[in-house]
């Protein structure tokens, strides 16, 4: 029997082009690790550059991807809808709080006189707050890296699953 008529699906040139060129490419979100004794304004500006673009290209794979759905067969509604999530999330985070952790870290490292002058406690506070919309949103992207591994395909239930095995 001829491989090629074994495969269930010949993925589209976009795809595989897409592959090629992010064949290293991985959803994860790394953890971002801030100790308030040792973390310092122009640790926060690395920290806050690294995880800025990190993010951006995530958001940029997930719009391609979605824009290539149609080509891609085994590309499940599922797929798409936590991609959409996790791209309006990121961006939220990225357009919103990171903005004003930015604004604040610029304060912090240049005071302008008559302004309130932000202080590293501050910037560890509004730190906090981008950290649990991160885990929320590194979350969202394992899952997507889930999928990724698999193919984009969704995994069975569970009993769905233990039923076909045990042939019920």
């Not at 304004?41 to 979605?66: C, D, F, R, W």
């Not at 085994?74 to 990225?94: K, N, S």
Request: with cysteine.
């Amino acid at each position: 029997m001829n491989e090629l008529s074994t495969l269930a699906w010949y993925p589209a040139a976009e795809f595989l082009e897409f592959e090629r060129i992010n064949k290293a490419y991985s959803f994860d979100v790394p953890a971002f690790s801030v100790d308030t004794a040792t973390t310092d304004g122009p640790k926060y500006t690395q920290i806050m550059n690294a995880l800025s673009e990190q993010l951006q290209q995530h958001v940029a794979k997930a719009n391609l991807l979605i824009t290539l759905n149609e080509k891609i067969p085994q590309f499940d509604v599922e797929v798409e809808e936590m991609m959409r999530i996790a791209i309006g999330r990121t961006q939220l985070l990225l357009n919103k709080r990171m903005k004003q952790f930015r604004e604040h870290l610029s304060r912090h490292l240049k005071p302008i006189p008559g302004q309130k002058v932000t202080k590293l406690n501050d910037l560890h506070a509004l730190w906090v707050l981008i950290d649990m919309q991160l885990d929320d949103i590194r979350s969202i992207f394992n899952s997507i890296e889930q999928f990724r591994l698999r193919c984009w395909a969704v995994a069975e239930p569970k009993a769905a699953a233990t039923a076909a095995s045990s042939g019920n």
